[in-house]
Nanobody, 118 residues
Framework: QVQLVESGGGLVQAGGSLRLSCAVS????????LGWFRQAPGKEREFVAR????????SYADSVKGRFTISRDSAKGTVSLQMNSLKPEDTAVYSC???????????WGQGTQVTVSS
């Protein structure tokens, strides 16, 4: 079992910044990567960014590339998402998820709301 708890969401004006954090605990030895996903009202959940737990290799959705940065602190058990130059279309519930070997994204946090006003 892997437990994930997000924090850091809120309301921000367009062009502003927010930093999301995800506290990771439990059996992280089988965790291959941590990812951030988001879901806006009436839309499907979409991938935002991912970082491998050990190697720190990052990947991003095209829609956030150059604006968002994912990072991790394996020793502290945290994964962060720095979001800059936010746009109203970034408004969504953001969730972190643990990609476990042979099981995919098997563990999810409860999500945190990010609202960007125009």
């Amino acid at each position: 079992q892997v437990q994930l708890v997000e924090s850091g969401g809120g309301l921000v004006q367009a062009g502003g910044s927010l930093r999301l954090s995800c506290a990771v605990s439990g059996r992280t030895s089988s965790t291959y990567a941590l990812g951030w996903f988001r879901q806006a009202p009436g839309k499907e959940r979409e991938f935002v960014a991912r970082i491998t737990w050990n190697g720190g290799i990052e990947s991003y959705a095209d829609s956030v590339k150059g604006r968002f940065t994912i990072s991790r602190d394996s020793a502290k058990g945290t994964v962060s998402l720095q979001m800059n130059s936010l746009k109203p279309e970034d408004t969504a519930v953001y969730s972190c998820a643990a990609h476990v070997l042979q099981r995919g994204y098997a563990y999810w946090g409860q999500g945190t709301q990010v609202t960007v006003s125009s």
